[in-house]
T-cell receptor, first 115, second 112 residues
Framework: EAGVVQSPRYKIIEKKQPVAFWCNPISGHNTLYWYLQNLGQGPELLIRYENEEAVDDSQLPKDRFSAERLKGVDSTLKIQPAELGDSAVYLC?????????????FGEGSWLTVV | DAKTTQPPSMDCAEGRAANLPCNHS???????VYWYRQIHSQGPQYIIH???NNETNEMASLIITEDRKSSTLILPHATLRDTAVYYC?????????????FGSGTRLQVQP
């Protein structure tokens, strides 16, 4: 079974440029998460989707970050414009409501460097 | 969800058991204990979770104390590839779709 797939794996952009990250969750998982991980710290939730609905986006900086999950499967996280402080790893994860304990599975992450 | 306390770092000799402790003294009856690990440059990897009883899978064993206020993750025969940051997370059962809240974790260094 394929895991959570993210792309790109690495991205270097100049500040003020836009960037987008894509995530394909595990097949059948209706819950999707985007996390941000700064160097040396644990991941922090940005947004959680139940199917196509964003049910928890309280930690998403809405002035420059946006996300969508139009058909309840793939998702895209966008930053526009990027700032130097946005350099971090962006992790996507998914879970299924039918799984005992609802275990969350993570992708490998997208490493962003803003210069 | 209850907060957890873990030692910031631990060392273990290769081939020996690694015992990683976690304190979750404010855990409530409907909360699971989850363990994840993160190897450098990779996403967090699910290891194991439990509610009350001890659990074992192909990766590790989870020992939860009877009062559920602490737990220990056991890697029975640590290898160099087990060097990682290990996160202990408490998560509500009836809010099973809520996100995991990560702390700082324990950095386990397996020595040759």
């Amino acid at each position: 079974e394929a895991g959570v797939v993210q792309s790109p794996r690495y991205k270097i952009i100049e500040k003020k440029q836009p960037v987008a990250f894509w995530c394909n969750p595990i097949s059948g998982h209706n819950t999707l998460y985007w996390y941000l991980q700064n160097l040396g710290q644990g991941p922090e939730l940005l947004i959680r989707y139940e199917n196509e609905e964003a049910v928890d986006d309280s930690q998403l900086p809405k002035d420059r970050f946006s996300a969508e999950r139009l058909k309840g499967v793939d998702s895209t996280l966008k930053i526009q414009p990027a700032e130097l402080g946005d350099s971090a790893v962006y992790l996507c994860a998914s879970s299924s409501s039918g799984t005992a304990g609802n275990t969350i599975y993570f992708g490998e992450g997208s490493w962003l460097t803003v210069v | 969800d209850a907060k957890t306390t873990q030692p910031p770092s631990m060392d273990c000799a290769e081939g020996r058991a690694a015992n990683l402790p976690c304190n979750h003294s404010t855990i409530s009856g409907n909360e699971y204990v989850y363990w994840y690990r993160q190897i450098h440059s990779q996403g967090p990897q699910y290891i194991i979770h439990g509610l009350k009883n001890n659990e074992t899978n192909e990766m590790a064993s989870l020992i939860i104390t009877e009062d559920r206020k602490s737990s220990t993750l056991i890697l029975p025969h640590a290898t160099l590839r087990d060097t990682a940051v290990y996160y202990c997370i408490v998560r509500g059962r009836d809010t099973g779709r809520r996100a995991l809240t990560f702390g700082s974790g324990t950095r386990l260094q397996v020595q040759p």
